[in-house]
């Protein structure tokens, strides 16, 4: 049995971020995503892109394999501004799991909540006091899992331009005091995997 493990990435790291992102896309995010972003996905452009954006940059590997990968910082005022325009007073203080994929064919493995865990670390240690994310509404597995971590939906949502079609996210926010893998349940079976 291969190793898992979760490490900050390096820019060697690029491709395979790119293979799972592009993996992600075209299987579980398909019904989210028009498909001029998953036929259009440009491999070389995002495989740059990434080898020149690791820092917050964390992949979950098993054995020599990256199944997934989490980026993770402070969190933008626009991340976290509600409905009305307002930033809330702890706005320094709050940290933002921008993505967390892992590759469908390393799901169910505890990839997804390893990466959680060491993303919200990283938050901590930074000094942020709690998190957010934004996922797709509709994605009902995401929603799942994060709420296992206790992130909860906090009212809030956005509509973004994917490639010509909306689409809307749902903020997630919750503590980073995260010391467990969050595994599935029996109600995921079967949902598209982180």
């Known amino acids: 049995?291969?190793?898992?493990?979760?490490?900050?990435?390096?820019?060697?790291?690029?491709?395979?971020?790119?293979?799972?992102?592009?993996?992600v896309w075209t299987t579980a995010w398909a019904g989210f995503l028009p498909t001029s972003l998953t036929e259009g996905f440009d491999s070389d452009a995002v495989t740059a892109a990434w080898e020149r954006s690791v820092d917050g940059l964390l992949v979950a590997t098993e054995g020599d394999t990256v199944a997934g990968f989490a980026l993770a910082g402070p969190a933008s005022p626009d991340d976290l501004t509600d409905a009305v325009g307002s930033v809330p007073d702890d706005a320094a203080s709050v940290g933002l799991v921008a993505t967390l994929l892992v590759s469908p064919r390393w799901g169910r493995r505890g990839h997804g909540g390893r990466l959680l865990v060491t993303a919200a670390e990283a938050l901590r240690t930074a000094g942020a006091t709690r998190g957010v994310t934004w996922v797709p509404e509709r994605d009902a597995a995401s929603r799942a899992f994060y709420a296992r971590a206790g992130w909860e939906p906090d009212g809030t949502v956005r509509t973004l331009d994917a490639g010509g079609r909306p689409l809307r996210e749902v903020r997630l926010?919750?503590?980073?005091?995260?010391?467990f893998a969050v595994?599935?349940?029996a109600e995921d079976l079967g949902l598209p995997l982180l």
Do not use: F
């Open 173 to 179: 926010g919750g503590a980073l005091d995260l010391e």
């Open 1 to 23: 049995m291969a190793i898992a493990h979760v490490r900050p990435a390096t820019p060697d790291d690029a491709a395979a971020v790119t293979a799972v992102q592009r993996e």
């Open 183 to 185: 595994r599935p349940t």
